[in-house]
């Protein structure tokens, strides 16, 4: 049974920084892409970040570029979100979420496997 569990989430203050965790159980998470979703309050799901299987190449939203950086830890199957200059609309549930393929990828559709999500909550 897959397992995407996702820590680290919280209230920070605008500005502020916060490190997401996702610790997968996945057997083949070294030659799966990973990437981070989240979803506020009465909107769609939206893509934030993407990492390759080994972590060469990454994808951003518009929206989080030059402020959140993913990584992956092929040995620890886990991979990081990292958030800083948050504002206010960055206020969602974030989920991780793993594909079957090696490519980085925006698209949700190719993303297999969810984690539970966690809160971050930012504060104006």
């Known amino acids: 049974q897959v397992q995407l569990v996702e820590s680290g989430g919280g209230l920070v203050q605008a500005g502020g920084s916060l490190r997401l965790s996702c610790a997968a159980s996945l057997r083949t998470f070294s030659s799966n892409s990973m990437g981070w979703f989240r979803q506020a309050p009465g909107k769609e799901r939206e893509f934030v970040a993407g990492i390759n299987w080994r972590g060469t190449s990454t994808s951003y939203a518009d929206s989080v570029k030059g402020r959140f950086t993913i990584s992956r830890d092929n040995a620890e199957k886990t991979v990081y979100l990292q958030m800083t200059s948050l504002k206010s609309e960055d206020t969602a549930v974030y989920y991780c979420?793993?594909?079957?393929?090696?490519?980085?990828?925006?698209?949700?559709?190719?993303?297999?496997?969810w984690g539970q999500g966690t809160q971050v909550t930012v504060s104006s």
């Open positions: 979420a793993a594909t079957s393929r090696f490519g980085v990828t925006d698209s949700e559709a190719e993303y297999v496997y």
